[in-house]
């Protein structure tokens, strides 16, 4: 576990060590709300801190601005932005959202223009619906946990590499649950889980993770020196939305097992929300850094935390999945047998293959 004096101090580091542009989808509750709110403390209350500019992703105006209020109480140097988007499921949105941001800050900076951080966390829980394809042919809780994730990376890439020499490397965090790749089966033969008896709660999860760590792995080969990834399962966070589990369509059982469980769990292994914001903060630290080919990783970040292991196992890698105290999961035996059978580029091929058919107007149905 990588103690909280330690996350504390690399948090103060990261806000006045640069400047930062971030983009946040699902900020507006939860871990990622908890996470703006701790990015926008610990810059405000840090009188050596650099700018903080912060686009932040919702559907909603009104709770954006009523958030934005807050967070400028606590930082009243740091720019805030809504910016609206009506169904992050679909990803002709994602892709109209995200370069409504790059086109804003390219109006602020012109030629300086970049991205350095982009925090993840859009999703909802709703684990006993069948399947219910959105217009371009996706479930909507793997499209919000997987591809209109991805969609943002891969659309905001050219302000994400923007990096000159010396420059840190930008930083993704994704919130879900990394480390989970056998929590239920992943067909590598259905990645769409087109088969009716492939689908479900546990298959899916399993599905993304497998998906999100190959994919991830391949952006940070294939942008050295300036991408690192994180996926992160943050552990049980009792957030504001745990109501709607006790709430239909969900199951009386599962309501009842929820309205018994969760003040128990609220007591003994719930993270709190502090907490979670300050560790999910704190994988924007060195102690995650971009793959450098050829280079040597020193063991250590500056402050003496171990540089972390990359789901590959080099040592700073690039590509990360962490636990909610900050350790790496050991994910090798999950992929022993489908790295040698090409699963790496066969998820990028098909992420590939479902961001160019909808980018073309059909639906996907492979």
């Not at 941001?101 to 951080?117: S, T, Y």
Request: net charge neutral; with cysteine.
């Amino acid at each position: 576990m990588v103690n909280l004096q330690d996350v504390h101090t690399a948090n103060k580091h990261l806000v006045t060590s640069r400047d930062l542009v971030c983009v946040s989808a699902g900020g507006t509750a939860g871990i990622g709300e908890t996470t703006l709110r701790q990015l926008a403390s610990t810059s405000g209350s840090e009188p050596n801190a650099k700018a903080l500019r912060v686009y932040i992703i919702t559907r909603k105006l009104d709770v954006a601005k009523a958030l934005i209020a807050d967070l400028k109480e606590s930082c009243p140097k740091g720019d805030f932005i809504p910016v609206e988007c009506s169904d992050l499921t679909l990803l002709t949105i994602v892709d109209r959202t995200c370069d409504e941001i790059m086109q804003l800050e390219r109006q602020r900076v012109g030629d300086q223009a970049k991205i350095d951080l982009v925090i993840l966390s859009q999703g909802f829980f709703d684990p006993f619906n069948p399947r219910k394809d959105t217009s371009e042919g996706l479930d909507p809780r793997v499209s919000l946990h997987f591809y209109s994730r991805m969609k943002i990376i891969y659309r905001l890439l050219p302000l994400l590499t923007a990096r000159a020499p010396g420059d840190e490397p930008a930083q993704i965090i994704s919130v879900y649950a990394g480390g989970h790749e056998q929590s239920g089966k992943m067909f590598a033969d259905d990645l769409s889980l087109r088969d009716p008896k492939h689908w479900g709660f546990a298959n899916a999860r399993a599905t993304i993770v497998h998906m999100k760590t190959m994919f991830f792995e391949h952006l940070a080969n294939d942008h050295p020196g300036r991408l690192s990834l994180v996926h992160v399962y943050p552990g049980l966070v009792i957030t504001p939305n745990f109501k709607t589990t006790m709430k239909p369509p969900n199951p009386l059982w599962f309501r009842a097992l929820m309205w018994t469980m969760l003040p128990i769990a609220k007591m003994t292994i719930n993270v709190p929300l502090p907490e979670s914001g300050q560790r999910t903060l704190f994988l924007a630290s060195a102690r995650y850094p971009a793959y450098v080919d050829g280079q040597k990783e020193p063991r250590t970040t500056s402050n003496g935390l171990p540089i972390a292991s990359s789901t590959n196992g080099v040592l700073g890698g690039g590509a990360y999945s962490c636990d909610a105290k900050d350790e790496i999961n050991d994910v090798s035996k999950a992929f022993a047998k489908l790295r040698p059978a090409g699963f790496y580029d066969k998820v990028w091929d098909h992420v590939m293959d479902v961001f160019k058919t909808v980018e073309a107007g059909r639906v996907y149905q492979s």
